[in-house]
Every structure is written in structure tokens, then in C-alpha cells.
């Protein structure tokens, strides 16, 4: 790898720092597990280093739209969706009502936001702030799980900062919903603060057009925020475009910040993660790829698109040499039944009966049959939930078993491989 490939963008336009993270953070395998955090920027450093916030009304709001729209800045959650059509979205609706940072990372793989948080707090109010301001939002809210207490004592002594310096901020309010897989997806967040589950919803109409009371909700992942943040500084010349990834390894994960010019086999490499045959790309409702295909993959969402897959939320789980996929796969099936909803047939029914299937495979008990149903299950599963809960289950299996074919071949032939005895690599909390 190039020296220029692993060197963080640090300065951008005037001066302003345009990266997220100065180095790549590792953090410890298990959320929840002591991590070796560092004090978050105080608002003091915070304003040195930036500046103030540009106001995103009158001429402010102005430029920030036409800023948007020149870099097609996305956000970084999951979906991906345009930032500008969003805020669009909202004010056709009429404007006003909510705007929510989203900080609940409930995919036990990812950690990006969480270090975005902990790190510089400031840059993702900033953001919550500015949208605010764009969509004339009445009620901001910061949604955290229950279980990201630093995260919290970030943000929390960010706003007290804030208030001290008489900044003129909205009122802004931490809420903190469950810990639980599905508490993290916008419309569950969105019922969550209208007093009911945190369970995603059988929603038809988008939550820009009517989310929260019957007034428009825009849910931005807290790196979207920070992100507009950094963009309304330093302008589109001084504008990197680049995304922050989880990298899973056997024993920790680290967050690296890489440049849209990278490939998926520099993120690794800056990571310090060994690879075997294959990675999972885009968390554990994402995709499997073979590794000489991943490798050489630009890491951005048009790349990714490019091949038929997506980076989701940024989570890159590779393979342990010597692990096996199917053991991991039927893991992470085990693991998403465990967490659905359990709202319609094919989260109650669907995911057991496929994840059940995995795990013969995985142990080489399966035979041909199996392997029938696991297929019929799969199509019968497939966009027929009531959110996309059950779509990244299916879309993980399926993917698996086209990467992982010789080894479903061997393990249906009882050939099991050795690695499918030992301890899957992945953080797969327990659940109820």
C-alpha cells in the first residue's frame, strides 16, 4: 500500500480540518468492554480548530443547500440517502417538526459512531444544529442506546459547554431508547419518541412527509451530522469525501477514516486485521464477498453498488484465516432471529426455521433436502417482512452460500472443515 493511501487527509480548506479522526482507533472486540478512550474535544479546542458554525438560514442556508448538492453528500447510516432530498422532502411537507441524531449504533459490529461521540461531540451538534436551522425543525433530539454510557457523558458535557458559552443553540434533548439490534432503525426510533416500542414500523408514508406527530422527522446518522458540519466550513474545494469503517478482527475493532479513493483492502491493511477468503461487507444484514473481489473494491457506496452489495452503516468483518464461513454465518443467522421484531410471520417464523438450517450446515448434518428448504425459506422470507429486518438476514445467507459453495459441497458431504469447531470471531451479543 502507498504511503499517500494510508495518510489521513488532515487539512482542508483555509486551515479547516477536514478529517473526522486524526489516526485509526482500535477498541476492544465486545461493546460495553472497558476501551481506551480518549477526552473528547471541549468547546474551547473545538472552536479553535473550526470556528464558529455558519448559520444554515439566509444566505448561510443558501450556500449550504448549493454545498449539498455539489458534493451529493449521503448519509452515512445505512440507507444512504441524499441529504439535500431529504431536507427537501421535509420542507414539501411543510417544514417544521423534528430532526433527530441518530447516535444508537445497535449492530454490536460497529463502533464509528460511538468514537464519533465520544471524540468530538461538538461536530455532530453542530450538525444536528444546521439542520435544524435548514428544515425551520421546532424539537432536536440526540437518540443514544441505552447501553453507550460514554457516548452520553460526551454529549451531555457537550451541551452544558454550550449553554455556559451562551451559544444560541435550540433546546436539544438526549434521549436514550433500548439496547437492543433493532432500536437503532429510523421509524423504531420515531415510535420510540412518540411513547411507543422502540420496533420498526409498517410504514408507508416517509418520515420526512409525516414522522413524528404528524409533522416531518429527518433522522440523520450522528456521522451525516458531523459531516455537514465539516462541509458548511470548508466549502466544497476544501471538501474530502471520505467514510468512516468498523473493521472487525479476531480480538478488536478499529474505526479508520479512509479516503473515497481507497480500496476496501487499504482499510483492512490500515487496520492491522488478517484476511482468508472472504469478508462480510455491511454488517451482518450485508453481503459476503470473496476476497479477491473485496480487495481491490473502492471504498465508497458507488463502488460497492457497482459489484451488487452495500456498506451499510461501514462495518468490514473478514474472515480469520482459518475460520469457517459457514460457522459464521449461521452465528449471525442465530443471532438476527434472536433480535427480530417478531411483528410478522417472516421475522417470527422465516429466520428461525433459516437460521436452524445454517447451523445443520454449518455442523455437517444437512443434507440435500436441507438445503431445499433453506432455499424455499429464503424466497418465501424475502420481501415479505414488515421492514427490512428480515431482507439483510436473507441477503447475509444467500451471499453465503454462493461465496462459501465448495464448503456447503463439503459440509453436506459431512467433510467438515476444522474451523467450523472453533469460537466465531464476531461480536454476537446474547439475547432474551
Known sequence: ?????????????????????????RLPLHRGAPAPWDVGQDLDEHLQL?????????????????????????????????????????????????VVANAAESEPASAKDAVLVSRRPHLVLDGLV????AIGATDHVVWLHAGDHVGHRALARALAERRAAGLRDPAIRLVV???????????????GLAGGPALPAFRRTPAAVDGLGGRPAVVHNVETLARIALLARSGADGYRLSSLFTVVGPDHRTVVEADASWSLGEVVAAAG????????????????????????????????????VSLGAGVIAPLAPGGCGLAHTAAIARYLAASSARQCGPCLFGLPAIASVLTRLAGGQAGRAD????????????GRGGCHHPDGAVRMARSALSVFAADVQAHRRRRVCAGAALPVAFPLPVTD
Open 273 to 308: 486485521v488478517p484476511v482468508a477468503a472472504a469478508v462480510l461487507v455491511g454488517g451482518y444484514g450485508g453481503s459476503w464477498l470473496p476476497w479477491t473481489l473485496a480487495a481491490g473494491l473502492g471504498a465508497s457506496e458507488a463502488a460497492a453498488r457497482g459489484v451488487g
Open 177 to 191: 431508547g433500548p439496547d437492543s439490534y433493532l432500536s437503532g432503525e429510523s421509524s423504531a426510533i420515531l415510535r
Open 1 to 25: 500500500m502507498s504511503a499517500g493511501a494510508l495518510r489521513l487527509v488532515r487539512e482542508g480548506h483555509s486551515g479547516a480540518q477536514t478529517a473526522l479522526l486524526d489516526r485509526p482507533v
Open 50 to 98: 473550526l470556528g464558529p458554525r455558519p448559520a444554515a438560514t439566509g444566505h448561510g442556508g443558501d450556500a449550504l443547500w448549493a454545498l449539498l448538492d455539489q458534493v451529493g453528500l449521503s448519509g452515512r447510516g445505512g440507507g444512504h440517502f441524499l441529504v439535500a432530498r431529504k431536507w427537501r422532502t421535509a420542507l414539501d411537507a411543510g417544514g417544521g417538526g423534528a
Open 130 to 133: 444546521s439542520a435544524g436551522e
Open 371 to 382: 438445503l431445499r428448504r433453506l432455499d424455499r425459506f429464503i424466497a418465501q422470507v424475502d
